[in-house]
T-cell receptor
Framework: DVKVTQSSRYLVKRTGEKVFLECVQDMDHENMFWYRQDPGLGLRLIYFSYDVKMKEKGDIPEGYSVSREKKERFSLILESASTNQTSMYLC????????????FGPGTRLLVL | DQQVKQNSPSLSVQEGRISILNCDYT??????FLWYKKYPAEGPTFLISISSIKDKNEDGRFTVFLNKSAKHLSLHIVPSQPGDSAVYFCAASASGTASKLTFGTGTRLQVTL
């Protein structure tokens, strides 16, 4: 079974703080993804990575950065948290080739005050 | 520009009846489609997928139908069970997009007793 874990289930941060969200997968997947989920907007892709040290912007990268130093680990960084970044953050991983099924972690609910 | 649309935000179905969840897409380059199920405070779990070379894929109580000419897919759940109550997301992928998925906004299914 694919296992994707996220470092925290719930986080409360202050505006302006630097926030790190960590994701680890144990299936040797090449691709890793960060999404945010907001009511009525579905899942929106923030960043993804198809190899170590490689990253690509998704649909809403503003205000975020990522780091992938090891194949199994993909970090999302909020350089200076803002209230509009309050959301559910979901990490996923997938194989480099077909099928394109992505496997998700349990999510981190972030509240920025 | 919403390339994957789920026009029904919610659906209520009686236990034992059929649930039909719909999804429309606009990008003719999409060639692989997936359905995910999401419970509150959990990450999405993969349910079923279909390639564009097929028009139907079945897995137990779940069947996905693809109508390429109409750019429409649907998920049928028969018979519906209370444990099926969740938010369902459809997602689509195009060849050569590094396994990126584009998600719809989700449909909340409630199965009543």
């Amino acid at each position: 079974d694919v296992k994707v874990t996220q470092s925290s289930r719930y986080l409360v941060k202050r505006t302006g703080e630097k926030v790190f969200l960590e994701c680890v997968q144990d299936m040797d997947h090449e691709n890793m993804f960060w999404y945010r989920q907001d009511p009525g907007l579905g899942l929106r892709l923030i960043y993804f990575s198809y190899d170590v040290k490689m990253k690509e912007k998704g649909d809403i990268p503003e205000g975020y950065s990522v780091s992938r130093e090891k194949k199994e680990r993909f970090s999302l960084i909020l350089e200076s948290a803002s209230t509009n970044q309050t959301s559910m953050y979901l990490c996923a991983s997938s194989l480099g080739g077909p099928p394109k099924t992505q496997y998700f972690g349990p999510g981190t609910r972030l509240l920025v005050l | 520009d919403q390339q994957v649309k789920q026009n029904s935000p919610s659906l209520s179905v009686q236990e034992g009846r059929i649930s039909i969840l719909n999804c429309d897409y606009t990008n003719s380059m999409f060639d692989y489609f997936l359905w995910y199920k999401k419970y509150p405070a959990e990450g999405p779990t993969f349910l079923i997928s279909i390639s564009s070379i097929k028009d139907k894929n079945e897995d137990g109580r779940f069947t996905v139908f693809l109508n390429k000419s109409a750019k429409h897919l649907s998920l049928h759940i028969v018979p519906s069970q209370p444990g099926d109550s969740a938010v369902y997301f459809c997602a689509a992928s195009a060849s050569g997009t590094a396994s990126k998925l584009t998600f719809g906004t989700g449909t909340r299914l409630q199965v009543t007793l």
